[in-house]
């Protein structure tokens, strides 16, 4: 669909260039005393039946945020959508996230995702944290956070996300030795090493203490089909999601077809996990920490069944979501050599306190880990957050009442240059300048309160353990400089993969010199 162009920020790449918009500053204008009902929030234009056609027809919804943020331009920072569901409205400065947490009951709430929980309703299974509501969230929440997101099961699983990072980043540097003996040992044979999600494995290990088997020569049948199912399953969870399910059983039955079989994929390689771990604990031997799902076994306070419910969400989750932010802060670190050379000092620095420490890198990497909010704040994997508010309240002078669905634009917030000024630049100091200043509620990729995502902290740890050993060793480069457009496929992710170019780095050596590359 073409884009209306209309304003005056600069976005991440120049074909996004919008001219004349209003200013959305960072908060909103003094409000009038008296608060405005809600039909008189503007509302997003457009047929919601002609969108949905053209979603069936486009087989996705591709430009999905950049519509939103060309909407946001034109109709200031909230607007209401007609969506066919329960009242919609969407919002994208910081203040409002606060009110929306300030607001959340004990049991928070997200809309239902049908076509997932379609699946698990056909098939009998449970459903995890991501898609269940009220006391049964809440009762599968408290049993997970001690044993995947707390500081104490961070420092449990962090050894075998390093062990990975630590494989991957050999994996490479092998090629480029490899490389070394071509004809022409600086010609990159192979832009980007290994299949471009097979730097995302570590969370499998943290999981289930098994590897994807992708850091390697000859990754198994298993483990691609696993990948390629993860792929159609996002895929079809866009093209299902915004009709309503009693229209496209007639109109996407196909689409329904590859979706309940992409899940089965990855239910029955979640299930060979599962099982092995259940094998190892029948033998009753002391076992040193071998991921969490044998953690949550052991400890019986979930099900068998929640377990394997909660597992499987993770596992569907961990993959893309990890991998896309990863190869965007590689591309921008080769656009941005000045960046990589301050990170690689750093890394060095640090290298053999984090060698014989690894839990340290998430103290010891400061601009590390500004340079990956950095990257989430331009590409944010889940473009979006939501909430279905519990009671009535008030954003931007507008009447919210109860029930209402109110969704975040991270990619929107991100793009703001009231709070990121030249927001379209990649500039991982900022978030050093930042901390401390008391202006919350700018970094959210991993969502906010109680339903943060629960595997944010493992993905932390692997993006960041991932960088660190990689520019220890290699320096990243790109063929070309253009930005690269970002689409809408559940996840937000690359139109195209960056072409890099890895180049081993000699004790001494200083980036402009041509040593072997893969």
Not at 68 to 80: C, N, S, V, Y
């Given at each position: 669909m073409a884009l209306r162009a209309k304003a005056e920020v600069c976005m991440a790449a120049p074909w996004l260039s919008l001219r004349g918009a209003r200013a959305l500053g960072t908060r909103a204008a003094q409000?009038?005393?008296t608060v405005l009902p809600f039909e008189a929030m503007p509302q997003r234009p457009g047929n919601r039946w002609l969108r949905l056609l053209q979603i069936w027809r486009e087989q996705g919804y591709e430009h999905l945020?950049?519509?939103?943020?060309?909407?946001?331009?034109?109709?200031?920072?909230?607007?209401?959508?007609?969506?066919?569901g329960p009242r919609t409205v969407w919002v994208m400065l910081p203040e409002d996230v606060e009110r929306l947490q300030q607001a959340d009951s004990l049991h928070p709430r997200r809309m239902s995702l049908e076509p997932w929980v379609a699946y698990r309703q056909h098939r009998g299974h449970k459903c995890g944290v991501f898609l269940l509501n009220g006391p049964e969230w809440r009762f599968n929440r408290l049993r997970l956070n001690p044993d995947v997101l707390s500081p104490k099961a961070v420092q449990r699983f962090l050894p075998m996300v390093d062990?990975?990072?630590?494989?991957?980043?050999?994996?490479?540097?092998?090629?480029?030795?490899?490389?070394?003996?071509?004809?022409?040992?600086?010609?990159?044979?192979?832009?980007?090493?290994?299949?471009?999600?097979r730097c995302g494995p570590a969370s499998n290990l943290a999981l289930f203490g098994e590897r994807l088997g992708l850091v390697g020569h000859s990754p198994s049948s298993a483990s691609l089909n696993?990948?390629?199912?993860?792929?159609?399953?996002?895929?079809?969870?866009?093209?299902?999601?915004?009709?309503?399910r009693s229209l496209s059983r007639w109109t996407s039955p196909k689409v329904w077809k590859e979706h309940f079989e992409a899940w089965?994929?990855?239910?029955?390689?979640?299930?060979?996990?599962?099982?092995?771990?259940?094998?190892?604990?029948?033998?009753?031997?002391?076992?040193?920490?071998t991921g969490i799902v044998a953690k949550l076994l052991l400890n019986a306070e979930l099900s068998p069944d929640a377990i394997k419910a909660n597992s499987m969400e993770l596992t569907a989750g961990s993959v893309d979501t990890t991998v896309f932010p990863l190869l965007m802060t590689l591309f921008e670190l080769a656009r941005n050599p000045d960046v990589q050379q301050a990170?690689?000092?750093?890394?060095?620095?640090?290298?053999?306190?984090?060698?014989?420490?690894?839990?340290?890198?998430?103290?010891?990497?400061?601009?590390?880990?500004?340079a990956v909010k950095e990257s989430l704040r331009l590409y944010?994997?889940?473009?979006?957050?939501?909430?279905?508010?519990?009671?009535?309240?008030?954003?931007?002078?507008?009447?919210?009442?109860?029930?209402?669905?109110?969704?975040?634009?991270?990619?929107?917030?991100?793009?703001?240059?009231?709070?990121?000024?030249?927001?379209?630049?990649?500039?991982?100091?900022?978030?050093?300048?930042?901390?401390?200043?008391?202006?919350?509620?700018?970094?959210?990729?991993?969502?906010?309160?109680?339903?943060?995502?629960?595997?944010?902290?493992?993905?932390?740890?692997?993006?960041?353990?991932?960088?660190?050993?990689?520019l220890k060793h290699l320096q990243v480069e790109t063929l070309t400089q253009e930005d690269i457009k970002m689409v809408y496929s559940f996840i937000l992710?690359?139109?195209?993969?960056?072409?890099?170019?890895?180049?081993?780095?000699?004790?001494?050596?200083?980036?402009g010199h041509q040593p072997p590359s893969a």
């Open positions: 409000a009038p005393r945020h950049l519509e939103l943020h060309q909407t946001f331009q034109e109709l200031g920072p909230i607007f209401r959508s007609e969506s066919g062990a990975v990072a630590r494989d991957f980043s050999q994996a490479l540097r092998n090629k480029v030795r490899q490389n070394a003996g071509e004809p022409d040992p600086g010609r990159p044979v192979q832009h980007l090493p290994l299949h471009h999600r696993f990948l390629h199912a993860l792929e159609v399953m996002l895929k079809s969870t866009v093209q299902l999601m915004f009709m309503p089965d994929c990855i239910f029955q390689y979640g299930d060979n996990c599962i099982q092995k771990i259940y094998q190892e604990l029948a033998l009753s031997r002391p076992q040193p920490y990170l690689r000092q750093e890394s060095l620095a640090a290298a053999a306190s984090i060698s014989e420490h690894p839990h340290k890198a998430t103290t010891e990497l400061p601009l590390l880990r500004a944010p994997v889940g473009p979006f957050l939501e909430r279905v508010v519990g009671s009535d309240l008030v954003l931007q002078n507008y009447h919210i009442p109860a029930g209402t669905l109110v969704r975040v634009s991270l990619y929107s917030l991100g793009h703001n240059p009231a709070l990121f000024p030249r927001p379209e630049r990649y500039s991982p100091q900022r978030w050093l300048d930042i901390k401390g200043s008391g202006r919350n509620f700018q970094y959210m990729p991993f969502g906010f309160g109680m339903r943060q995502c629960l595997g944010r902290r493992l993905a932390e740890t692997e993006m960041l353990l991932l960088l660190h050993h990689v992710r690359p139109s195209t993969y960056p072409l890099l170019t890895f180049r081993a780095l000699h004790p001494g050596s200083q980036p």
